[in-house]
């Protein structure tokens, strides 16, 4: 269960170097997405430290990274702000049992029910919002208080060490892939400028990261139905946003390695990695798209990476806090620059005019909804989208081939009948026009819901009223299934197939 991977002292070699990548990487998103949920900046740390380490070992995804995100983080802040940080560790508590219970439960299987328009929006909208992201670290706070873009000098020094990063990222390894070429990229940028005593925004502009190991904390709230009614509302939506992300991102990773991680484990993981985050004073987390990404560009492929990074970021919080702080923001900026490039799916603008319609426009629809709202809303908002669009071309392939036989009218039914085929459906037949016996052969149909049910059961009383008799035949074992259980609500009689041995099924 805790294999960390390969042992070849390489391998080793290249697992914890990513890994103090992706933790150098970790300390300004986890500080950014602490002011953002409203709490301290070490309340952050503490959360990329736990939950980054726990899901690394529970998790079913080698070399993903997790840690506290910018998706969780908004929903927080309303939380924090009418009842304080106590509640929001509570509600993390209660969001990891209801992790836990997704991944006991095996709901982790149906991501696979997202599109991959989806997915592609996905990627591509979380790649804007990166990006976005990076751009607060171009401004500076004025004396009045309020942030100011750089400008002059300034400015042209923050681009500067940016496009000198960037160029190091992509030029390195092609000169030698011993060092991770973003932990390079870092070092050698922050060196030029502690050396040459070059005037930037630095880590250390953020706040201070110095701090001591995270110690248990048990919520201060009180235990009774009135806390459950305040931080269950949350605690759903943090569990439901973190999985969704950590998911999708599992995913991207499977793709990306060709590998297939676990996703019930996965949900188990991140359930135990914020069940125990939010009994340490920490904000709870979910899979980093960003960071995950660094780490599997860097080589990193199996626990240890992800480990290590965690490890790494409680050293830094413990020990080396001072030499972090120095770190210029235009390294890591530059290195979620190349993140960006690489996360966003370029071939998905290029295929735009070659796809369905309706898949672009969902694709579109999902990036858009990630960067003006968050990713649950834009996954939900886009499998929903996908499945009306779905429901619609299906509902109109339904038709039907009409003959007369032994002295019957047979309608012979071709394509599914469902809620959004059932008007197409009842615009097929026309009792006042057909003999006293019709029969609906079934043999290339399916009765699939109950709006099918009510369909069947108004066209049965239109043939009543007209004095005519309606019969079902060739109906599947799942169809008959339905009309059974509609009990009376079918008023028609049902011609079973003798080839289905329908006797011998039921007994059996």
Excluded at 14 to 19: A, D, R
Excluded at 191 to 208: C, H, M, P, R, Y
Excluded at 364 to 371: D, H, N
């Amino acid at each position: 269960m805790f294999t960390l991977g390969s042992h070849s002292p390489k391998s080793l070699r290249i697992e914890v170097l990513s890994g103090l990548t992706v933790a150098l990487a970790l300390v300004p998103e986890a500080v950014a997405f602490a002011f953002v949920a409203g709490v301290e900046p070490l309340v952050g740390l503490y959360a990329a430290f736990m939950v980054g380490l726990l899901a690394a070992l529970f998790g079913g995804r080698p070399g993903m990274i997790s840690g506290a995100t910018g998706a969780m983080a908004v929903v927080m802040v309303s939380l924090v702000t009418t009842h304080g940080v106590e509640y929001l560790f509570a509600a993390v508590v209660l969001a990891g049992v209801l992790q836990m219970l997704a991944g006991l439960l095996g709901l982790g299987k149906y991501i696979r029910i997202v599109p991959h328009p989806v997915m592609l929006g996905f990627v591509n909208g979380l790649a804007i919002v990166i990006f976005l992201a990076q751009l607060k670290g171009f401004q500076v706070i004025a004396e009045d208080g309020s942030s100011q873009w750089m400008q002059g000098t300034e400015l042209m020094t923050m681009l500067g060490l940016v496009a000198l990063t960037m160029a190091i990222i992509f030029f390195l390894p092609r000169l030698t892939r011993a060092v991770p070429p973003s932990l390079a990229a870092i070092a050698i940028v922050s060196l030029l400028v502690v050396f040459l005593e070059i005037d930037t925004k630095t880590v250390g502009d953020l706040a201070s990261i110095k701090g001591s190991l995270p110690s248990f904390h048990f919520p201060e709230v009180p235990i009774n139905w009135q806390t459950l009614k305040i931080i269950f509302p949350f605690s759903v939506i943090l569990a439901a946003v973190g999985l969704i992300e950590s998911l999708l991102t599992l995913t991207l990773i499977d793709e990306i390695t060709q590998t297939r991680g676990r996703g019930n484990r996965e949900c188990f993981g991140q359930g135990v990695a914020n069940f125990v985050t939010g009994l340490f004073g920490g904000m709870g987390g979910c899979a980093m798209i960003g960071q995950s990404m660094i780490n599997i560009n860097s080589g990193g492929r199996t626990r240890l990476s992800s480990i290590s990074a965690a490890i790494f970021l409680l050293v830094f919080i413990l020990f080396a806090s001072g030499l972090i702080e120095k770190i210029p923001m235009a390294a890591l900026i530059g290195v979620m620059f190349i993140v960006v490039i690489g996360t966003f799916e370029w071939s998905s603008i290029r295929i735009l005019n070659k796809i369905p319609k309706s898949d672009a426009f969902v694709l579109i629809l999902v990036s858009a909804v990630t960067v003006a709202t968050d990713l649950a809303i834009a996954v939900l908002v886009g499998v929903i989208v996908s499945a009306l669009v779905f429901a619609w071309e299906h509902a109109k392939h339904i038709r039907v081939e009409k003959y007369d036989k032994e002295g019957s009218r047979v309608y012979e039914l071709h394509g599914p009948l469902f809620f959004g085929s059932v008007q197409n459906f009842l615009d097929l037949f026309h009792p006042e026009e057909d003999p006293g016996d019709v029969v609906i052969e079934f043999q290339h149909s399916r009765v699939a819901d109950h709006s099918a049910i009510e369909a069947i059961d108004t066209l049965a009383e239109r043939y009543i009223k007209a004095g005519k008799t309606l019969h079902l035949r060739h109906l599947s074992p799942e169809c008959r299934k339905l009309l059974k259980k509609a009990g009376d609500l079918v008023e028609v009689n049902v011609m079973e197939d003798p080839d289905y041995h329908v006797a011998t099924d039921e007994m059996a």
